[in-house]
């Protein structure tokens, strides 16, 4: 039996303190962000929060050339970037397109600092594709108080955001203040995803922002189902590919380890193929009449 | 006085060897072949809504090329297997789940897998991580040959599809009601731009490829209203960027992708300012004749 759980817990798993930390943190991104990627997910800004990582990335890049700190840098980067995006595209028909330019303004920047920085020191890949297992410690308190605090305000907004979410028509005739939750929305997307570019790479953001969310709103049609559903996938992708990337210090070609990223990501694109095997009956509402009747949960 | 000072300022900017280097008459050709193609194709993928989809290929053929890279095959190939294979991806997966999340799935699990090809290489994979910013120098005679036959198949295939990927973007009920097959014809389209995308990427970057299939697109549509005009534009749009791109990287060595970039963003402000002073122009005028 001993042998059976050390095939699937290489030895040190449970001890080392960087496996712990990386479970730890890895465990606080996935539960933030599956709550705000159900809305994501919802509201259909996926590239807009993709597009948020990327940008944390450029001002990563460049506050490591001015001899700043990567935090500093992501998270002030990608606000910026939330705000301009939600204040350029405010017709829906629009928003494809303000992504696209401010991504490309701001990614050209982050481009011409990454450039510089591999001539210093070498820099790209830490920044696009990030590590769990080589996040700074220090930063574990600050990062958990950070997610803690954008739960927090989520709830604080949940009710006027599921309104404007689900029909936003309805929401403005009743007076709702559609554009300002809307960004407020957008500003929590923003701190989200800079916070987990910083911790688990830009492209790891992306994919436990909506991978998970999109699974859980397949499996049922309630909101206040969805988010701990999708935080519950996503802690589980999360912490297998920690485990994964753990044991692939043994596995071939070259017995130093396969990178956490590519099982998280596989972990996720598989989580919501599976869920699409779900009847499509209890897919999120089709009429306005079924989508009116369930908000609030 | 104005001689010399003009003259200065050209001789910077188009400093010696520009047009007479072989990898730089290369560049050039290359450059102006991916031009057109980005000008056309981007006209669609801006009135479909596809910037999430020409932002993502890019990276995912990135994968491809970090895959060729390892295993010493043409890096080229990795990319336009990727960029094709992630488009094919996209459009089968696309059907019954919102598209933006099927795409930023694809995209992320195909920058793992490059993230896994990289750390298989095991010295710093230069070939792969020069495909992240785009490079001038070192565009072959044979690469600007295989460039030219994919864009002829790009533009071959608009071509082929004008007037059905004109109709189903601008009224899909009734295109489908005529029996145009909307499925088909949107994994046609995200081929397209995968086979932009791999031949964009070797000189712009896989970072800021999707800037020229997006910028000039979009502000040709704040410039004119007919669809062939507004390709017409586009195209010219995306050329002039990326002559400006090619020549400035040239001068600084700075990569290609933040230049074309830069002139981008500044071409569709210019567009949109332009459009938006001729507006009110109009605007007043109509006012004017009616007090």
Known sequence: MTGFWRAIFAAGFFSNPEVQNALWLGGVIAVVSGAIGVFTVLRGQSFAGHAMSDMGAAGAAGALLAGGTAIAGFLSFSVVAGASVDLLGVRPRDRDVATGLVLTAVLGLGSLFLFFDTRIVGAPEIILFGSLFTSDPGLTPWLSALGAAVLLALAIVFRPLVFISLSPDTALARGVPVRAVGFAFMLLLALAVGESSLVVGSLLSTSLLIGPASAALRVTARLRHAIPIAAVLGLLATWLGILLAYDSFYWPPYGRGWPVSFFITGLVLAIHLLSRLWPPAARYGSTTAQRTARIGG | ?291
């Open chain 2, 1 to 291: 006085m104005m001689d010399t000072w003009f003259g200065e300022i050209s001789t910077a900017v188009l400093s010696p060897g520009m047009f007479s280097f072989t990898f730089m008459q290369n560049a050039w050709l290359s450059g102006t072949i991916i031009a057109i193609v980005c000008g056309t194709a981007g006209f669609f993928a801006m009135l479909r809504g596809s910037a999430f989809a020409a932002h993502a290929l890019p990276k995912i053929g990135f994968a491809g090329a970090a895959g060729a890279v390892w295993l010493n095959a043409n890096p080229l190939l990795g990319l336009s297997l990727f960029s094709i294979g992630g488009a094919l991806g996209i459009g089968w997966l696309g059907k019954g789940a919102r598209r933006d999340v099927v795409i930023g799935l694809v995209l992320a699990f195909g920058l793992g897998t490059g993230a896994l090809f990289l750390s298989f290489n095991n010295e710093y994979a230069a070939g792969a991580i020069s495909l992240l910013f785009g490079q001038i120098v070192g565009v072959s005679q044979s690469e600007v040959v295989d460039t030219a036959l994919l864009a002829l198949l790009a533009m071959a295939m608009i071509a082929f599809l004008y007037r059905p990927l004109l109709f189903a973007t601008i009224s899909p009920e009734s295109a489908e009601a005529r029996g145009v097959s909307l499925r088909m014809l949107d994994i046609l389209f995200l081929v397209i731009i995968g086979i932009a995308t791999a031949i964009t990427v070797p000189i712009v970057g896989a970072l800021l490829s999707f800037s020229l299939l997006v910028g000039p697109a979009a502000a040709a549509s704040h410039l004119t209203h007919r669809p062939g005009r507004a390709i017409l534009v586009s195209v010219v749009l995306a050329v002039v960027s990326l002559w400006v791109g090619i020549a400035l990287a040239y001068d600084t060595g700075w990569p290609v992708g933040f230049f074309v970039a830069s002139v981008v963003v500044l071409v569709y402000a210019g567009a949109r300012a332009g459009a938006a002073i001729a507006g009110r122009r109009q605007t007043a005028g109509s006012t004017s004749v009616k007090a």
